[in-house]
């Protein structure tokens, strides 16, 4: 069965403490990987898209990267305004542009 | 930038009703979805459409329909409203393969 899992569900960082969110997923023929940032009360809000392994993408503080197994979104030096719900999905080949998300990470960063 | 709409933040209903979703997007392109999102299972596809007058079922289809009459223009409807089926719901809209899906900024819908 096609699934992705996200890990931690939670995370608190100190500001200024760097970390990584894994995204690991199991799909028969991956078209594409995407990460997204939810703000409470908010629809998802696109980060980065990630096509074949060793691909890497950033944007400020983040940086996504690809695996044939999995996928990280690394946080440098973090602060307070990246707190969020960072979520995970994948496209697969069979199955049109549909996505599988995974359940995501909440992460809080304090000064 | 793409923008796509739903038409009520929060919305309170009674277990019977029929219940319409709705969503309009000024992307011109092909694709929409709807979702519902809660907590502990994250987002799930509900039904998405191809094209105008076209549906597709996602992973959990049962109590729903969809209606798309027009490009832009995506509902979603409860055919006779549950408590489960209290949730926050949410719009994407995208274009082809390999590309990303926008969101809108959800529904949050209780069902009393």
Redesign the interface.
């Known amino acids: 069965e096609d699934q992705v899992t996200q890990s931690p569900e939670a995370l608190r960082l100190q500001e200024g403490e760097s970390s990584s969110l894994n995204c690991s997923y199991t799909v028969s023929g991956l078209?594409?990987l995407?990460w997204?940032r939810q703000d409470p009360?908010?629809?998802?809000?696109?980060l980065f898209?990630l096509?074949s392994a060793g691909e890497e993408k950033e944007k400020e503080r983040l940086k996504a990267t690809l695996t044939k197994k999995e996928s990280f979104l690394h946080i440098t030096a973090p602060k307070p305004e990246d707190s969020a719900t960072y979520?995970c999905?994948v496209?697969r080949y069979q199955a049109?542009?549909?996505?599988i998300?995974?359940?995501?990470t909440t992460l809080s960063v304090s000064s | 930038d793409v923008k796509?709409t739903q038409s009520s933040r929060y919305l309170v209903k009674r277990t019977g009703e029929k219940v319409f979703l709705e969503c309009v997007q000024d992307m011109d392109h092909e694709?929409m979805?709807w979702?519902r999102q809660d907590p502990?299972?994250?987002?799930?596809?509900i039904y998405?459409s191809?094209d105008v007058k076209m549906k597709?079922k996602?992973d959990i289809p049962e109590g729903y329909s969809v209606s798309r009459e027009k490009k832009e223009r995506f509902s979603l409807i409860l055919e006779s409203a549950s408590t489960n089926q209290t949730s926050m719901y949410?719009c994407?809209g995208?274009t082809?393969?390999?590309?990303?899906?926008?969101?809108?900024?959800?529904t949050r819908l209780s069902i009393l």
């Open positions: 078209r594409g995407f997204y009360g908010k629809g998802p809000e696109f898209t096509y979520l999905a496209q049109g542009t549909a996505l998300f995974g359940k995501g | 796509v694709n979805f979702y502990g299972l994250g987002l799930r596809l998405f191809y597709e996602g949410l994407a995208g082809g393969s390999n590309q990303p899906q926008h969101f809108g900024d959800g």
